[in-house]
């Protein structure tokens, strides 16, 4: 009786160096495909903030929600933006959460976010004697171009998954005391969220930007970089 026929080195080598090429060629495509997924689902996500936080101003006289700044733990809870917003937004876990936030469960067990509101809508600048210091421009009513205006950032990978880390400091980003723009900015936010391979510096991927017409640009972390590098700051809304 004669042997069954097998696979002979060579023929077993030719099998596995086509899987490899396969592999090689798949799997980026996967790692692609998904970062456009998470994209596209964080994407939404503000786009459906950005209406709600529409809904709250017309119903607020203009003002926008306000964060925890100078509220204790247990304020905060109940006052922070993204809460405030959960009446106009159905279940706020479905939103409040972006995909790519690799602290996305953290965030969901604590009453935070991973979107971080933009300090210019959400405080006023005073003095230590509570008196307005420059322009306010927590009434979207009152801003000169409201689709120049940002809302809300992705928030930074290293934020504490507290609800006390819900809005920027963006007034400190473009101040003297730092000789580099991009250090401040990069505390606050994450410009590269979406990425194929990260760099050091942030440089490489891009973000998303809710804007107070309610609409939401992806845009480049060269192009933020550039802008930290001309010192443009583009958390500011347009006075004119």
Known sequence: MEGKPGFTLIELLVVISIIAILMAVLVPSLSLARIHARRTASMSNMRQIGIAMELYTEDNRGFFPETSHGLNKAQARERSWIFTLSEYLGDVNDVRICPADPHRRDRLLYPTSSYTMNEYIALDARDPFGRLTGRSFRNKHRLKRANRT???????????????????????????????????????????????????????????????????????????????????????????
Not at 203 to 212: K, R, V
Not at 225 to 234: H, I, L, P, T
């Open 150 to 240: 940002i809302t809300t950032f992705i928030g930074a990978d290293h934020l504490s998954p507290s609800v006390t880390s819900d809005h920027t400091h963006s007034r400190l980003w473009f101040q003297s005391t730092f000789s580099d723009p991009w250090d401040p900015i990069r505390v606050d936010i994450q410009p590269d969220r979406f990425h194929g391979s990260r760099k050091e510096d942030n440089t490489a991927g891009s973000s998303h930007y809710l804007y107070a017409d309610a609409h939401v640009e992806n845009i480049q972390a060269q192009t933020v970089k550039q802008w930290a590098d001309d010192r443009f700051n583009f958390a500011k809304p347009p006075e004119r």
